[in-house]
């Protein structure tokens, strides 16, 4: 079984910096995608960055210039740099994985997500 388990986030003011981190523990062959989302109150859940194996990383416009996305492949946890943070940054983040499992003579590929962790940017 493979778990997401999200820490930093919490209450920072406008034009401030705050990161976040998301480990993955289990029996982890191989990832291929690491991805932060986020979920405002009442809104969408949206991509917020993207890393791709072997690829570059995509971020949304909203947070381009801003945010970075870092990955520590050797402990299979990603990051989340955030920078200039405003109000509207407000909001639930979670971290989401697409990866390869091994699990004894078993093998497969899934999906999965942390449980979210709140930021909020306030004065």
């Known amino acids: 079984q493979v778990q997401l388990v999200e820490s930093g986030g919490g209450l920072v003011q406008p034009g401030g910096s705050l990161s976040v981190s998301c480990t993955a523990s289990g029996r982890i062959y191989k990832i291929w995608a690491s991805a932060w989302y986020r979920q405002a109150s009442g809104k969408q859940r949206e991509l917020v960055a993207q890393?791709?194996?072997?690829?570059?990383?995509n971020y949304a416009d909203s947070v381009d210039g801003r945010f970075t996305f870092a990955l520590d492949n050797v402990n299979n946890t990603m990051y989340l740099h955030m920078n200039t943070l405003q109000p509207d940054d407000t909001a639930v983040y979670y971290c989401?994985?697409?990866?390869?499992?091994?699990?004894?003579?078993?093998?497969?590929?899934?999906?999965?997500w942390g449980r979210g962790i709140q930021v909020t940017v306030s004065t």
């Open positions: 890393y791709r194996y072997g690829g570059q990383t």
């Open positions: 989401h994985t697409d990866l390869t499992w091994l699990a004894g003579s078993a093998a497969g590929r899934d999906e999965y």
